[in-house]
């Protein structure tokens, strides 16, 4: 086992290796992906087909497509007849085709195949066109042949175990559309001819004759993310810019040509290839100043600063990681935009500006106005409610305590203890309409004292007690069961848009000040960082 450290992450890899070389792999931690972990996991895959998911962003992917499909998603078919390359990407991935491994190359292999290149420099400096061999090991002495451009000239190379025979055309002709290269090898001696030039030859050196090859054969790119994962003398840095076509092959001189493919002009797999003569980009359109950038068969928008998504319509927010500084809410907190900047949503047991401090809590404190609430599993309360708390208030109104039939704001049966001007009110729902208990007396909403109030309902019938002064629910029938699956939330709710509209006497807010000792029907909560269950707000 061998560990890497990896720049810009710093993140430990265990990387395994078996005898087979080309058998290791990277252990990735959570949240990175890819042959090397180079890149955050896709969390939300919108690619189909089998798509390659690459994050754009931390928050939006691209998809590079298999071959035979096209477009954002990959949703869309298409018929290659001229496969069309684009090279290597941003996210340093090639495109390619991949065929079945080629059968009797040892002694002898004959290439033909043509090829028109994309309209730029980058073209013709340092770009695969074709490779067979091993990969996985990287070392000098793996048995590959490889065609390719550099400089401007058409390279053949091939290994057969004792060192690299290295074949170069002269400059390529500018002028010529559809450039046809023919090259091969019979046991050390290769050859080369690429359009009108003379045929060029040379052989490797040392005493092997034959060639172990079994795997794919690859054009236009490289299935492996990484040149230095290839064989030495082997490495192109770029993948194919253009149309390769009308490829070839011979294993014998008294042989015929025959295609690629098994079957016949089939490719076992590819990676963002695209048909010759057909732009993507024509079809997308990138608002705001975004750029389309076609890559074979992928396509996507790279957008300029300040704006996002896939056509480039959407804003970047203040508390998107792609903002220019990002936010700065610690792990596991919330981001909340703000009209002049941002707040950070504390979760239960942190605090702080950016929630970077680590806190005990046992008395909890509410903050109304910065979305404070603790939720706790549901307690069975269903033909019996009977709940009891101290809490020491900083504002007249509040929610206490809420539990309901659905999180929603036609929520069904509820139960609700708040505070309304300074008043303490219990509502309850039980399918019948909504019954409302008050308090006789108005607490203190200085901080100043801690109040006890006892309350809830044994069947229809309610009771509110607020230190020892009792109030009654004079009621003779109606519905007895209090049906609810919500989380049971204190001090506040997490959306306030999704209590009853019944269960607090104007619009919810949370509660401001103090809670301690919350018993419902004889279990005690433990108002602390680890007491809490599930999602959790800024409690200090």
């Not at 253009?242 to 070839?248: H, N, S, T, Y």
């Not at 303490?424 to 019954?435: C, E, I, S």
């Not at 008050?438 to 509110?464: C, E």
Request: glycine content about 12%; proline content about 5%; aromatic content about 10%.
């Amino acid at each position: 086992m061998v560990h890497f450290h990896l720049w810009p992450n710093d993140v430990s890899l265990h990387v395994y290796t078996f005898s087979d070389a080309e058998d290791w792999f990277c252990e990735c931690p959570r949240l990175y992906t890819g042959r090397l972990c180079q890149f955050n996991a896709c969390e939300r895959n919108p690619c189909g087909h089998g798509a390659t998911c690459i994050p754009k962003s931390p928050l939006e992917a691209v998809c590079l497509c298999p071959y035979g499909r096209q477009g954002l998603l990959c949703d869309e078919p298409i018929n290659i007849t001229r496969a069309r390359f684009s090279g290597t990407d941003e996210f340093g991935y090639t495109s390619f085709v991949a065929y079945s491994s080629l059968p009797s190359l040892s002694f002898f292999y004959e290439f033909k195949l043509k090829f028109t290149l994309a309209n730029n420099s980058s073209a013709v400096k340092d770009n695969l066109i074709l490779f067979a061999g091993h990969k996985g090991q990287g070392n000098d002495g793996d048995d590959f042949f490889v065609l390719g451009l550099r400089n401007g000239r058409v390279v053949h190379k091939f290994n057969l175990g004792s060192g690299i025979a290295i074949i170069v055309s002269d400059r390529l002709n500018q002028q010529i559309n559809i450039h046809t290269v023919t090259f091969g090898r019979s046991k050390k001696t290769g050859w080369l001819k690429v359009d009108g030039q003379r045929n060029r030859t040379g052989s490797s050196p040392g005493p092997l004759v034959g060639l172990n090859v079994f795997n794919q054969l690859f054009v236009g790119g490289y299935n492996e993310y990484t040149p230095e994962l290839l064989p030495l003398g082997s490495r192109f840095r770029h993948g194919f810019q253009g149309c390769i076509f009308d490829v070839q092959f011979r294993t014998g001189r008294d042989r015929k040509f025959q295609v690629l493919g098994q079957p016949a002009g089939h490719p076992a797999f590819g990676r963002s290839v695209g048909q010759c003569g057909v732009t993507l980009c024509v079809h997308i359109h990138c608002r705001n100043g975004g750029t389309c950038v076609d890559s074979g068969s992928s396509v996507y928008c790279q957008c300029p600063f300040g704006w996002k998504g896939a056509l480039c319509s959407e804003t970047v927010s203040v508390c998107d990681v792609e903002h220019s500084p990002p936010p700065l809410c610690a792990h596991g907190s919330t981001c909340i935009p703000l009209p002049n900047g941002y707040t950070c949503q504390c979760p239960l047991g942190t605090a702080g500006l950016y929630c970077e401090k680590a806190v005990t809590i046992s008395d909890p404190y509410f903050s109304g106005n910065l979305s404070s609430w603790m939720s706790f599993p549901p307690v069975s309360i269903r033909h019996r409610t009977a709940l009891q708390l101290q809490f020491q208030p900083l504002s007249p109104d509040g929610i206490l305590v809420y539990t309901a039939q659905h999180l929603s704001a036609r929520a069904g049966d509820f139960f609700c203890l708040s505070l309304k001007s300074g008043f303490v009110q219990l509502r309850y729902n039980l399918g019948d309409g909504t019954h409302i208990l008050q308090s006789a007396q108005q607490v203190d909403s200085h901080g100043r004292t801690w109040h006890t109030v006892k309350t809830g309902r044994i069947g229809h019938q309610g009771f509110l007690s607020l230190d020892n002064k009792e109030v009654r629910e004079n009621v003779t029938e109606g519905m007895t069961t209090l049906d609810v699956a919500t989380d049971i939330f204190v001090g506040g709710v997490s959306t306030l848009s999704f209590v009853s509209t019944d269960a607090t006497e104007g619009e919810p807010m949370g509660f401001t000040g103090g809670l301690r000792e919350l018993i419902l029907n004889g279990q005690e909560f433990a108002l602390t960082e680890t007491g809490a269950d599930g999602e959790v707000g800024t409690v200090m």
